[in-house]
T-cell receptor, first 109, second 117 residues
Framework: GQNIDQPTEMTATEGAIVQINCTYQ??????LFWYQQHAGEAPTFLSY??LDGLEEKGRFSSFLSRSKGYSYLLLKELQMKDSASYLC??????????WGAGTKLIIKP | GAVVSQHPSRVICKSGTSVKIECRSL??????MFWYRQFPKKSLMLMAT?????????EQGVEKDKFLINHASLTLSTLTVTSAHPEDSSFYIC?????????????FGPGTRLLVL
């Protein structure tokens, strides 16, 4: 079967670093995505990993280990505007996105 | 990044009426678009896959006759909620698929908030 799991909620302090983990199980895999979603808005694309390793984009980095079915999103130098839900999703063999429930990230001053 | 628009952004309608939502890819051609709905504090739920020039593929449990999807061109897909009822009130989001080299990405429209009274 297929499943994907990520923590429901995390809290971090402004200026700090936070890592949001995502684990998945699937027989067919065509990449893992991270999206940011602010309350009441549609998701916005953050990153895509299809090969193992770390992809860095400014303050945000995403890591993938296909053998472990594991990914994380790393956010550095947290800002209050980073308070949002972070959704991970993998693309299965039919190129459909299978979504996690999202991690609500709360940033405190 | 690629731009996807949705119209309208918000709609309030009476129970029993039909509502059409448009999804446009503004600077690229999208042979495949996806329609999602999202209830408050819940994850995105895929409703259907819209393919240009062919019938949409609906997910299990989604009524084809209630949620009509038309993908008439490479830049436009429409979702019509027919005979809407209060339980159809939700946030409807479309996305367009871009395939490039080894990668494939979905870009989302801003969403349409539907409230059925």
């Amino acid at each position: 079967g297929q499943n994907i799991d990520q923590p429901t909620e995390m809290t971090a302090t402004e200026g700090a670093i936070v890592q949001i983990n995502c684990t998945y199980q699937t027989s067919g895999f065509n990449g893992l995505f991270w999206y940011q979603q602010h309350a009441g808005e549609a998701p916005t694309f953050l990153s895509y990993n299809v090969l193992d390793g770390l992809e860095e984009k400014g303050r945000f980095s995403s890591f993938l280990s296909r053998s472990k079915g594991y990914s994380y999103l790393l956010l550095k130098e947290l800002q209050m505007k980073d308070s949002a839900s972070y959704l991970c999703a993998f693309m299965d063999s039919n190129y459909q996105l299978i979504w996690g429930a999202g991690t609500k990230l709360i940033i405190k001053p | 990044g690629a731009v996807v628009s949705q119209h309208p952004s918000r709609v309030i309608c009476k129970s029993g009426t039909s509502v059409k939502i448009e999804c446009r890819s503004l600077d690229f051609q999208a042979t495949t678009m996806f329609w999602y709905r999202q209830f408050p504090k819940k994850s995105l739920m895929l409703m259907a896959t819209s393919n240009e020039g062919s019938k949409a593929t609906y997910e299990q449990g989604v009524e084809k006759d209630k949620f009509l999807i038309n993908h008439a061109s490479l830049t436009l897909s429409t979702l019509t909620v027919t005979s809407a009822h209060p339980e159809d009130s939700s946030f409807y989001i479309c996305s367009a698929r871009i395939v490039g080299g080894l990668s494939e990405t979905q870009y989302f429209g801003p969403g349409t908030r539907l409230l059925v009274l």
